[in-house]
């Protein structure tokens, strides 16, 4: 297992090959080059200062309550600029918003008075995709999350897992190239979670995406990861077995574990 100093400046962090599966378009390279986080006039947030995430990743972020993981996430997206340094996608500097990248919630954020494929369609209707394509795509979206049934209910009349189901297929609908996803399974309920993280490895597959998953779960960010960033020390840690549920009791598993735990 290999970990990375924050302070190693002379080099990004670089990335392993993703063992994310499945072919598709290509993912994103995101990367922060020198960078300080943070808004101004507020203390800086800790964090690698340097970090390459490749094509196609999945990097899980753990880290103590308000030590900067959402800042990461709202700056990779292109909400918030760096204080110093420079985060780019694929060589370019990152200077606003862009189709794609899609930001995931830990609340769900569908608007209320839109039924579920209207939500599903909403990021491709904003884009002016005519309306028989991006009814086709929230169709099959939907299909894949295992909500086709549902797709013209509202969502107060869904749980909370199907509305992250819904979520989670209105981000992916618009084909991003990148996934930041901020707690997205924090409110749910132990079993239900465990689903999530199952149908997210299960959906991902094949798209190609580069995947930021921020966490407090210890155990979700050791299984989901292809790497773990401990956001308040700054090391990066590989995972020795991405999406392995049956290798959390191995040796290599259970030391990982515990070197995320000590750093928070």
Not at 24 to 39: D, I, N, Q, S, T
Not at 72 to 84: D, Q, S, V
Not at 256 to 264: E, N, Y
């Amino acid at each position: 297992m290999s970990t990375v100093s924050p302070s190693a400046d002379a080099a990004e962090t670089a990335a392993p090959a993703p063992a994310w599966p499945g072919p598709g378009p290509a993912g994103a390279e995101l990367a922060l080059h020198g960078v300080r986080l943070g808004r101004p006039g507020a203390a800086d947030v800790s964090g690698p200062s340097r970090l390459r995430i490749a094509p196609g990743e999945l990097v899980t972020v753990v880290g103590p309550s308000g030590c900067g993981k959402t800042t990461l996430l709202r700056t990779l997206a292109g909400l918030l600029p760096p204080l110093e340094g420079r985060v780019t996608q694929d060589g370019e500097p990152i200077r606003r918003p862009g189709a794609d990248r899609a930001l995931v919630f830990q609340h769900d954020a569908l608007l209320p008075w839109r039924s579920v494929r209207a939500n599903v369609e909403l990021p491709l209707a904003i884009r002016r995709v005519p309306r028989a394509e991006r009814r086709r795509a929230a169709r099959e979206w939907l299909e894949r999350v295992g909500l086709a049934e549902h797709a013209l209910k509202l969502p107060h009349q869904l749980s909370g897992g199907q509305r992250q189901r819904v979520q989670l297929a209105r981000a992916l609908a618009g084909g991003p190239r990148a996934v930041l996803m901020d707690e997205p399974f924090g409110a749910l309920d132990a079993h239900t979670r465990a689903g999530m993280q199952d149908l997210l490895v299960e959906i991902l597959r094949g798209t190609g995406a580069t995947v930021v998953f921020v966490t407090h779960d210890v155990d979700e960010a050791v299984h989901l990861g292809d790497r773990v960033v401990l956001f308040g020390t700054g090391e990066v840690l590989d995972v020795p077995y991405p999406r392995v549920r049956e290798a959390r009791n191995e040796p290599a598993t259970a030391a990982l574990r515990r070197r995320v735990l000590d750093s928070l």
